[in-house]
């Protein structure tokens, strides 16, 4: 494990904490506050379906949902509760006894409940007295503890409540039954140097466990749940993929990777984390940034000749950890920034063998390509290969295609012009018409070198199914006006016009060299 680490050596110099850091508990809302992000509605087996995934991760507590919002969401949290799951199963409840009741009805055995403590939501959003609320908050929790339920105990908008009448809420439902006390940045305001002041200050209240819950809506979420982590916290409020109330919670897996790295703490199967990462994609269909820390497509993806000649010969050059540590893949991308130790060591990969002196040409034909920013994949590459080792046994060329100008579009009759140099160095400038730019622009050349030559089979096919793929035209021709043989001509290229252009050069290219030998 130690070998898959490449952190600064200066973090441990740096963490002080309020004393060693361990048996860090997951608390996982992705279920709850991740589904709360705008454009996310779980159905129940896609509930299920994460349930099952964060479980198998190892988290601690999962936060299924808020059971009082409605049957279904009770229905859900019930079937969950019943599937004796190894993590923890949660419900969200207000601070009203109806929420309570709601929860314990769902089957779950633990509560987290909350009531604002800032001025600004009691005054404007509670309309309630800092003694109202109070009140409020030990009634719910000595009322949950009726009910048998474990508490734990929000402050929400802690990181702007007054500390004084916080101590005095946390003291008072500690008193009340509550076994953690949860302190969310709401609306993710907090630096980590002040959410670790927080943290130290609720301490002084109480001796049950803290929890923290940080919202990302400056960037620090995952900081500051690190800041209250080595500030005391013991449980973090987190979901996978970061997703959540607007600009979404504290990541799991960043959390989770950073305590690793950074403690030696092992809270989740890190190995797992691509895999659980894609399943909440997929089931929630919130995509990915692709550079998203850990299980973004660009997190292990190294693209500039420099970056990647550096972890070919040692990871840690431009990886901080190792992919398999966190089960995902390193991808060497083969793009416009390549080298050609990049497009080598990936030709090697595949097994393809590629002669070291036609490299050169092998590269300009990945640039073309990749001008536009297009990532090549693999199949894509061995398209490309194939097609400079094509045009370097068809040899020179008898007849070469100088101009092409294709006039095409709806309720427009598809018109190409092309200019050819024909093998006696002249020139044939003709315009042709077609069903389309395809058929105007084979047309235009059939023509501009005779018109004996018939189009016997046309072949497209896009190598790897994608909108932006690299295509791959095979034509057949015959020479009608002569002996009547064939000649297939293939190529690939991002346009389909101009690949399909190609290809049939490379036939007619082909049928001028079979007549020559
Ligand atoms: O962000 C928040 O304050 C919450 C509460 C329900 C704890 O999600
Ligand atoms: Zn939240």
Request: aromatic content about 4%; hydrophobic content about 45%.
């Amino acid at each position: 494990m130690e070998m898959m680490l490449a952190v600064s050596p200066y973090n441990q110099l740096a963490l002080s904490g309020a004393g060693p850091v361990r048996d860090i508990k997951i608390f996982d809302t992705t279920l709850r506050d991740g589904e709360q992000a705008p454009g996310i509605a779980l159905s129940p087996e896609d509930k299920v379906r994460i349930a099952l995934a964060l479980d198998d991760l190892g988290v601690d507590f999962i936060e299924a949902g808020f059971a009082a919002s409605g049957k279904a969401e009770r229905d859900v949290i019930s079937k969950l509760s019943g599937m004796g799951l190894s993590a923890r199963l949660c419900s969200l409840a207000r601070a009203v006894r109806p929420d309570i009741d709601a929860a314990a009805d769902a089957g779950v055995d633990y509560v987290h409940t909350f009531i604002a403590t800032s001025e600004l939501h009691m005054r404007y959003k509670l309309k309630m007295t800092p003694d109202e609320v109070v009140a409020r908050a030990v009634d719910t929790v000595e009322y949950a503890r009726e009910r048998g339920l474990e508490v734990q105990f929000s402050c929400e908008d802690a990181t702007r409540s007054d500390m004084g009448f916080m101590k005095r809420v946390v003291s008072e439902v500690q008193k009340a039954g509550a076994s953690a006390i949860n302190i969310p940045d709401t609306v993710g305001v907090i630096i980590p140097q002040a959410m670790g002041a927080v943290v130290k200050g609720i301490r002084e209240a109480v001796s049950i466990p803290i929890s923290v819950h940080c919202h990302n809506d400056m960037g620090l979420a995952v900081a500051n749940t690190m800041a209250a982590i080595d500030a005391g916290a013991t449980i973090c409020h987190v979901c996978m993929n970061g997703i959540g109330e607007r600009a979404g919670n504290a990541s799991l897996e960043e959390v989770a990777l950073n305590l690793f790295a950074n403690y030696r703490v092992q809270t989740v199967d890190l190995g797992k984390i691509g895999a659980t990462s894609k399943i909440v994609e997929r089931v929630t269909g919130f995509a990915l940034a692709g550079n998203k820390p850990i299980v973004g497509r660009n997190a292990f993806a190294h693209e500039s000749g420099i970056h990647v000649h550096g972890v070919m010969s040692n990871t840690s050059t431009y990886e901080p950890f190792l992919p398999e540590l966190v089960g995902v893949d390193r991808q060497i991308v083969i793009g416009k920034h390549s080298g050609a130790h990049s497009v080598r060591g990936r030709l090697d990969a595949l097994g393809v063998r590629f002669p070291d002196d036609h490299m050169p040409e092998l590269m300009e034909a990945v640039k073309d390509i990749a001008v536009g920013g297009k990532m090549i994949d693999d199949a894509e590459l061995v398209a490309i290969v194939d097609n400079v080792l094509r045009k370097k046994e068809t040899g020179s060329h008898s007849v070469a295609l100088d101009e092409l100008t294709v006039l095409t579009g709806k309720n427009t009759t598809s018109t190409a012009t092309v200019s050819v140099v024909l093998a006696d160095g002249s020139r044939s400038t003709v315009s042709e018409i077609g069903v389309g730019p395809v058929d105007a622009a084979i047309n235009a050349i059939r023509k501009a070198i005779n018109d004996e030559i018939t189009m016997e089979e046309y072949k497209l096919s896009a190598i790897t199914g994608k909108s932006d793929s690299i295509c791959e035209v095979t034509v057949m021709l015959k020479n009608v006006g002569g002996d009547g043989a064939l000649s297939v001509g293939k190529a690939v290229g991002l346009d389909i016009v101009e690949t399909s252009v190609d290809a049939t050069m490379a036939a007619i290219n082909r049928d001028f060299a079979r007549r020559r030998d």
